[in-house]
């Protein structure tokens, strides 16, 4: 069931552009940054790359088939790309499901910075034993920084997040699984702040890079719903190491952290960022390692945030790239990775390489 946020109007086929788009860029260019107003945005053309406009088409046929909503592509920080498809406009939100983890990851990155917490302290130690079903002494294992990994040892074959949901399965860090409980993080937070969630994050995150959109309650989850620009401008924060137009939002050695391999159970990911590159990579709800790359056709050095029915926030440094899409399940239903990532980047590559 899809999350009941849609209240923004839809309208035809839609792709915009900005009309002080250039065809010439310097090759060392300045990294831009949209003014927080909303109201433009610089871009770029594809051939000013030297990007393979012969083949655009193709990847957007393949975008709107597969059920997109929106695709946005960035290079260093100018829209390159901008499309929406199926009745989305560039005025309409829509959820971010799972790859919103990473706004979660990023605002716990401030409050440490601000030493309202530490990751490494228990997550006891900020709103109170009892919040899993765990005996104490394995509940008191569980630091934050087990919850931005994912290795918090709870049962993740039941995704609530109520006491009696967060069974005890193994000693926090020794195993990795894929679970809702990370959304405690955003407890932590309010605790520690005497602040609600919305109002840490909306002061210390979304208002600071322009961006537009809400949480919204979703099943057992809290998500995140705005426009493709508005996901476009977090994923420039990040390509930039937490840095918003000279202004350091969260600093620059927790971003490192954050899209590293965080723990040796899966090396494919980071802070709640999932990482290309790596030699093996674990997905969710299995225990099985995948031998090789997380998405084969993607560049090593990618990090990205995925959320079900294929929401994607692409960040490649190596190429100054931030890519958006946005939509419907490309062909089913899927936690986050799927199938479509890697034709994906068949289609991207053909254009960019």
Same mark, same amino acid.
């Given at each position: 069931?899809?999350?009941?946020?849609?209240?923004?109007?839809?309208?035809?086929?839609?792709?915009?552009?900005?009309?002080?788009?250039?065809?010439?860029?310097?090759?060392?260019?300045?990294?831009?940054?949209?003014?927080?107003?909303?109201?433009?945005?610089?871009?770029?053309?594809?051939?000013?790359?030297?990007?393979?406009?012969?083949?655009?088409?193709?990847?957007?046929?393949?975008?709107?088939?597969?059920?997109?909503?929106?695709?946005?592509?960035?290079?260093?920080?100018?829209?390159?790309?901008?499309?929406?498809?199926?009745?989305?406009? /560039?005025? *309409?939100? $829509?959820?971010?499901?799972?790859?919103?983890?990473? +706004?979660?990851?990023? #605002?716990?990155?401030?409050?440490? !910075?601000?030493?309202?917490?530490?990751?490494?302290?228990?997550?006891?130690?900020?709103?109170?034993?009892?919040?899993?079903?765990?005996?104490?002494?394995?509940?008191?294992?569980?630091?934050?920084?087990?919850?931005?990994?994912?290795?918090?040892?709870?049962?993740?074959?039941?995704?609530?997040?109520?006491?009696?949901?967060?069974?005890?399965?193994?000693? /926090?860090? *020794?195993? $990795?699984?894929?679970?809702?409980?990370?959304?405690? +993080?955003?407890?932590? #937070?309010?605790?520690?702040?005497? !602040?609600?969630?919305?109002?840490?994050?909306?002061?210390?995150?979304?208002?600071?890079?322009?961006?537009?959109?809400?949480?919204?309650?979703?099943?057992?989850?809290?998500?995140?719903?705005?426009?493709?620009?508005?996901m476009a401008r977090f994923g420039l924060l990040t390509l930039n190491q937490g840095n918003w137009n000279g202004t350091q939002i969260v600093n620059s050695t927790y971003f490192n952290l954050s899209t590293n391999t965080s723990q040796n159970l899966n090396l494919a990911y980071g802070y709640m960022w999932w990482l290309n590159g790596k030699s093996s990579y674990r997905l969710p709800q299995t225990q099985l390692q995948?031998?090789?790359?997380?998405?084969?056709?993607?560049?090593?050095?990618?990090?990205?945030?995925?959320?079900?029915?294929?929401?994607?926030?692409?960040?490649?440094?190596?190429?100054?790239?931030?890519?958006?899409?946005?939509?419907?399940?490309?062909?089913?239903?899927?936690?986050?990775?799927?199938?479509?990532?890697?034709?994906?980047?068949?289609?991207?590559?053909?254009?960019?390489?």
């Amino acid at each position: 069931m899809k999350p009941l946020f849609f209240f923004f109007a839809c309208f035809a086929i839609f792709s915009c552009s900005s009309p002080d788009e250039t065809t010439e860029q310097p090759i060392n260019e300045t990294m831009y940054f949209p003014p927080n107003d909303a109201t433009t945005w610089e871009t770029k053309t594809a051939s000013s790359l030297g990007w393979n406009e012969n083949n655009v088409p193709d990847l957007l046929d393949y975008l709107e088939q597969k059920n997109s909503k929106s695709f946005i592509v960035l290079h260093n920080g100018k829209i390159v790309m901008e499309h929406y498809f199926n009745g989305h406009t /560039a005025n *309409t939100a $829509w959820y971010w499901a799972s790859a919103g983890k990473t +706004l979660t990851t990023a #605002v716990v990155g401030i409050a440490e !910075q601000e030493n309202f917490i530490n990751t490494n302290n228990k997550v006891s130690d900020y709103i109170g034993t009892g919040w899993t079903n765990a005996p104490l002494a394995k509940e008191n294992l569980i630091t934050c920084k087990h919850l931005l990994t994912m290795t918090s040892g709870l049962d993740d074959t039941n995704q609530g997040i109520e006491p009696i949901d967060l069974e005890y399965i193994a000693d /926090a860090g *020794t195993r $990795w699984a894929y679970h809702n409980v990370y959304v405690k +993080l955003q407890d932590v #937070v309010a605790s520690a702040t005497s !602040q609600t969630w919305d109002t840490y994050f909306n002061t210390k995150l979304k208002n600071p890079i322009g961006m537009t959109g809400a949480w919204f309650q979703s099943g057992n989850n809290r998500v995140y719903g705005s426009t493709a620009r508005s996901m476009a401008r977090f994923g420039l924060l990040t390509l930039n190491q937490g840095n918003w137009n000279g202004t350091q939002i969260v600093n620059s050695t927790y971003f490192n952290l954050s899209t590293n391999t965080s723990q040796n159970l899966n090396l494919a990911y980071g802070y709640m960022w999932w990482l290309n590159g790596k030699s093996s990579y674990r997905l969710p709800q299995t225990q099985l390692q995948f031998n090789g790359k997380l998405i084969p056709n993607a560049p090593n050095d990618m990090y990205c945030a995925l959320g079900k029915d294929d929401q994607k926030l692409y960040v490649i440094p190596s190429k100054k790239l931030v890519i958006i899409r946005m939509g419907d399940e490309a062909d089913s239903a899927t936690f986050g990775l799927s199938d479509f990532d890697n034709t994906l980047w068949e289609k991207i590559n053909a254009v960019i390489n």
